[in-house]
């Protein structure tokens, strides 16, 4: 593939995750799994709130997108890396390794804004309890809802087009997926231009939806102690204990993700710190919302119930 302005490569060789012969099929075995953990945990948390007309609320509304972020999310990296240690077939080529690259920023950017969302929705949720349902109207649900999608997808076309224009004079990636810097570097164009977009957009997209998230928390806070119950601060942690332990998770790992690669470390630690933002994080987000959310306790055990009354 030789394309005006675009590449010399038409192939390009993921390197993937380095492991000794005898422990490849212990690692597909356990990739395999996550990943099947994580497709079937966020589905059902999809259809517990498409089934109980109790968790029709904003708040799951945005939760069962943040599931659905989730499953696409792993889906664009996992399968190909399942896909490459089965075969040892490393190979991807120019147009999938781009649109790749685009779908994981995307979902990335989106799962980013939806956090700060959910936030938002917990900060009416608590200090404005009155208001609530007339703030958090539908058409605003949507709006946020469509303005995260937009907003991400602008982002990640952005970086692709000024990825798409770039000449490659290597084609092998030491990386399990199209990952943006490592393309970069194996780039012998000028990629001054995408540095900054990524240092302007990437800062933009990570500092205003986490200070969007403190903020709502801080006032959360302020809330909770002008009036301090044990019964205020029960509700407060039931409500909003499963979405911080998840925003807490999600930028921790993009932390860990960032030093790596900022700071000179290894590149194998680069790499686990990848992988835990993208498999494990979409894999435990399940397992966090079902065991410290008493409403989505409540709706498992409904259709449970009822499964079991139908069995009878």
């Known amino acids: 593939m030789r394309r005006k302005n675009q590449s010399t490569v038409s192939v390009f060789i993921l390197q993937g995750l380095l492991f000794q012969a005898e422990q490849q099929n212990m690692f597909f075995a356990l990739f395999l799994g996550m990943y099947l953990t994580t497709v079937l945990g966020n589905l059902l948390i999809i259809l517990l709130i498409r089934l109980d007309p109790r968790l029709h609320t904003p708040m799951y509304f945005f939760l069962s997108h943040l599931a659905l972020m989730d499953v696409s999310f792993s889906s664009v990296t996992v399968p190909k890396m399942l896909m490459n240690m089965q075969t040892r077939d490393q190979s991807i080529p120019y147009a999938a390794c781009v649109t790749q690259t685009f779908f994981f920023l995307f979902l990335g950017c989106t799962d980013n804004l939806l956090l700060a969302v959910m936030a938002y929705d917990r900060y009416v949720a608590i200090c404005h309890p009155l208001h609530y349902s007339i703030i958090m109207r539908e058409e605003l649900c949507l709006c946020l809802l469509a303005g995260s999608w937009l907003l991400s997808c602008a982002i990640a076309l952005t970086h692709t087009l000024l990825l798409s224009q770039l000449s490659f004079c290597d084609d092998i990636i030491p990386h399990f997926f199209c ?65 911080l332990s998840v925003v807490s998770l999600f930028y921790g790992t993009m932390m860990a993700v960032y030093f790596s690669s900022s700071s000179g470390q290894s590149h194998d630690k680069d790499i686990i710190a990848s992988v835990i933002y993208t498999v494990v994080t979409p894999m435990l987000n399940p397992f966090i919302y079902s065991l410290k959310n008493r409403d989505m306790n409540l709706a498992l055990g409904n259709i449970f119930s009822n499964s079991n009354l139908l069995a009878k």
């Open 179 to 243: 990952d943006l810097d490592a393309l970069l570097k194996l780039s012998c164009s000028d990629t001054s231009l995408n540095e900054l977009a990524i240092f302007t957009l990437g800062s933009a997209f990570l500092i205003l939806p986490l200070s969007g998230i403190l903020v709502s928390y801080g006032c959360i806070g302020v809330s909770i102690l002008r009036v301090p119950s044990t019964r205020g601060i029960c509700k407060a942690l039931s409500t909003c204990g499963s979405h």
